[in-house]
């Protein structure tokens, strides 16, 4: 849609992680540094936290994407609330390992055997847990314990968590020492600043072929970054919307106006949820005035209504 009328070879703010739209801040440098440190090391958990949206999952892309199979072996689970009688299937499954009607002793059996072997080709196994906040700490024991497996001293198994910033509350807890002892590294990534929110724009457009059409003004990614806090989810999501609106209304041109139109269209459908007071204060007017127009309204039709009911004049009975 959008995409042919402004010429674009693809969508540049689709939401589904894509390498070729990794935008390197200075924040996803950083935390990807750490990640490949930790590969470098060999051993230990890295931790990386960040708010919804703030692009832990394509970092894990982008890190997979320069992975050698050669050398590492790696499995990723997207966690979601896996206890701990279900955690060592779960790392089996996404090892490739059969687990069906394994009882836990046969599983980590057949766990530190495929650890082993790989090591014996010269190869390590990285473990990558997604969205990691949502395991419980039992689970968290359970994949830790899979981290004393050795051999001649290294070990076999290596993890990477990253997950939302209450994960980091979870580690912080005195019943987690041992778990945080295992860890190397840890980095919490952090939304973008205006001035990359603007640059993080213009390389998405530019990857999907943009030739300067529709153009956006200054005061429109003053807008866009003031509503998204810098979170790229949040950035992709309205951008997306306004490209549509541009398309929509032939636009060649993005501005205040149009984002605050897109803002205020975001804002009435999440009337209901209370959400309004997040939105820029010129906004919210343009909203709460829309509202107490049509109030006022309603109250000129009750009045009318009652004046009408204060005229009827009963027949007499018979």
């Known amino acids: 849609m959008y995409d042919g009328f402004y010429k674009l070879t693809r969508k540049p703010f689709q939401l589904n992680s894509d390498n070729d739209f ?37 970092l894990i892309k ?19 609330q896996v206890g701990a009688e279900d955690i060592l299937k779960v790392v089996a499954a996404a090892l490739n390992l059969s687990y069906q009607e394994d009882d836990k002793a046969t599983l980590l059996g057949k766990l530190e055997q495929f650890f082993a072997a790989e090591a014996a080709q010269g190869k390590r196994v990285l473990l990558i847990v997604d969205e990691a906040q949502n395991l419980p700490k039992n689970s968290l024991e359970e994949l830790r314990m899979l981290a004393n497996f050795e051999r001649g001293g290294k070990t076999l198994l290596q993890l990477f968590l990253l997950g939302q910033n209450q994960f980091n509350k979870t580690l912080a807890q005195s019943d987690m020492e041992q778990f ?9 990534l952090k939304p973008l600043d205006e001035e990359q929110v603007k640059n993080y724009i213009l390389f998405r457009l530019k990857r999907a072929g943009w030739q ?21 989810r949040k950035i992709n999501t309205l951008c997306e919307r306004i490209m549509m609106l541009g398309f929509l209304d032939e636009l060649q041109v993005i501005d205040q106006a149009v984002v605050q139109t897109v803002l205020a269209d975001i804002a009435e459908e999440e009337l209901d949820d209370g959400e309004v007071g997040a ?36 027949l007499p009975e018979e």
């Open 22 to 58: 990794f935008f390197k801040s200075e924040v996803h440098k950083r935390a990807l540094a750490y990640m490949r440190y930790g590969l470098t090391q060999g051993e230990g958990f890295i931790v990386i936290t960040g708010t919804p949206g703030t692009g832990k999952t394509m």
């Open 62 to 80: 982008q890190l997979l994407g320069s992975i050698n199979p050669q050398k590492v072996t790696y499995g990723v689970i997207v966690s979601a």
């Open 180 to 188: 945080r002892q295992r860890v190397v590294a840890t980095y919490q």
């Open 212 to 232: 300067q059409s529709p153009h956006f003004s200054d005061v429109a990614f003053e807008e866009i970054f003031a509503h998204s806090k810098g979170i790229p």
């Open 279 to 314: 939105l820029p204060a010129n906004v919210n007017a343009a909203i709460a005035g829309s509202l107490e127009a049509r109030v006022a309204r309603l109250e000129n039709l009750l009045a009318d209504l009652h004046k009408v009911l204060a005229a009827y004049q009963p």
